[in-house]
């Protein structure tokens, strides 16, 4: 099974981007599902994690600009991503974890500048 995320692009500061990200297959059990993000030169961090059956946790710089939803008939995880900050540059990846591994998209880039 594999992640496919899309949704990157480069955007203005102050503008809106959405990710997107769907497996390719079934994956059973899941716990979490969620996207991190690697800014240049930084280590991967979360930015949001939507727990199964729990709540939502965002990264605090992005707590009030970004939402993580789940839409279960397409059995896509998105990120909204609003009032961008050229600090939010970076490649993000959507993470699906199960209870016997995780599964990591390829990563889009997101780029704001302007």
């Known amino acids: 099974v594999q992640l496919q995320a899309c949704g990157g692009g480069l955007v203005q500061p102050g503008g809106s981007l959405r990710l997107s990200c769907a497996p390719s297959g079934f994956i059973f059990s899941i716990t979490n599902r969620g996207w991190y993000r690697q800014a240049p030169g930084k280590q991967r961090e979360p930015v949001a994690v939507?727990?199964?059956?729990?709540?939502?946790n965002y990264a605090d710089s992005v707590k009030g600009r970004f939402t993580i939803s789940r839409d279960s008939a397409k059995n896509t995880v998105y990120l909204q991503m609003n009032s961008l900050k050229p600090d939010d540059t970076g490649v993000y990846y959507c993470n699906i974890r199960s209870s016997y591994r995780d599964y990591w998209g390829q990563g889009t880039l997101v780029t704001v500048s302007s």
């Open positions: 939507l727990p199964t059956g729990g709540d939502t």
